[in-house]
């Protein structure tokens, strides 16, 4: 990492990865227990967003953005597709290539797990302090530009298909 070194503040970058990392897993845990019982698993619904903000896209880049296997990745494609969250298209491009675009289904049902989320997640909010939310708030932007930031390990990320 080549700012690893670098000061933020009165951090280093290497310091305040090292916070943040257990803060992550902390709000990774409670935004997990914010799904509905019986929804899409985490992959399935990081892969249906993936798809909805990237465009159609090549199974090996999701699967490659994802961390599973192509045949796991085919697999739930072929889950989310029988759903009718997806369907697999011909590249205009190249029409030996499949690219798997999101239908308006899966639109709605993502719509639905962040609604559902939203609700739990401002009920929780609401036990906090003013100037807890208003610190959270003003963090958006920044967190807003750590998850934009391209990663050397995620290929998907440069290209959509």
């Known amino acids: ?11 280093t970058a290497t310091e305040l990865a090292g916070a943040l990392t ?8 409670l935004f997990r227990s914010l799904t509905e019982p019986g929804g899409l698993s985490l992959t399935a619904a990081a892969t249906l967003a993936s798809i909805e903000r990237f465009g159609p896209q090549r199974l090996t880049a999701l699967a ?12 739930l494609i072929s889950r989310l597709e029988d759903a009718g ?3 697999r298209e ?3 491009d190249d029409g030996r290539v499949v690219l798997v675009t999101i239908t308006d289904e899966g639109r709605a049902t993502l719509a639905h797990r962040r ?7 401002a009920l929780i909010l609401a036990q906090l302090s003013p100037d807890h939310l208003a610190a959270l708030d003003a963090a958006r932007p920044a967190l807003d530009a750590l998850a934009g930031v391209p990663r050397a390990d995620d290929p998907a990320r440069s290209t959509s298909h």
């Not at 257990?22 to 845990?29: K, S």
């Not at 490659?64 to 697999?75: I, K």
């Not at 609604?115 to 997640?121: E, H, I, K, P, Q």
């Open 1 to 11: 990492m080549e700012n690893s070194g670098s000061t933020v503040g009165t951090v």
């Open 22 to 29: 257990v803060d992550l897993e902390r709000i990774m845990g």
């Open 64 to 75: 490659a953005r994802e961390g599973v296997t192509q045949p796991a990745m085919t697999q």
């Open 85 to 87: 969250q997806v369907r």
């Open 90 to 92: 011909s590249d205009p």
């Open 115 to 121: 609604d559902s989320r939203a609700t739990r997640l």
